[in-house]
Nanobody, 117 residues
Framework: QVQLVESGGGLVQSGGSLRLSCAASGFFFPHHHMSWYRQAPGKDRELVATATSIGTFQYADFVKGRFTISRSTNKKSVYLQMNNLEPADTAQYYC???????????WGQGIQVTVSS
């Protein structure tokens, strides 16, 4: 049974930092690309960052230089360090996994991040 469990969200002031964590189970972690997505009220879900199975990293333009994604094979976890947060970063953040050869995309339940001005 695939599980992706997010933690670390909450309320922070503008300019502050948060670190999201996602614990994965039920699939072979090393062969999966791990991503963070987010969805703000009334908006579509958007890709934030990806840590690929081969150790490369990709970021949406709106978080470059502020967010850092990382992954730990030993802990079967992916992380998102978010610095210099802005009110526009307020959203539900979702952890996601997909096999590097393609297939079903798995989702966590999401965690709320709220940035106050």
């Amino acid at each position: 049974q695939v599980q992706l469990v997010e933690s670390g969200g909450g309320l922070v002031q503008s300019g502050g930092s948060l670190r999201l964590s996602c614990a994965a189970s039920g699939f072979f972690f090393p062969h999966h690309h791990m991503s963070w997505y987010r969805q703000a009220p009334g908006k579509d879900r958007e890709l934030v960052a990806t840590a690929t199975s081969i150790g490369t990293f990709q970021y949406a333009d709106f978080v470059k230089g502020r967010f850092t994604i990382s992954r730990s094979t030993n802990k079967k976890s992916v992380y998102l360090q978010m610095n210099n947060l802005e009110p526009a970063d307020t959203a539900q953040y979702y952890c996601s996994a997909i096999l590097n050869m393609g297939g079903t995309r798995y989702w966590g339940q999401g965690i709320q991040v709220t940035v106050s001005s």
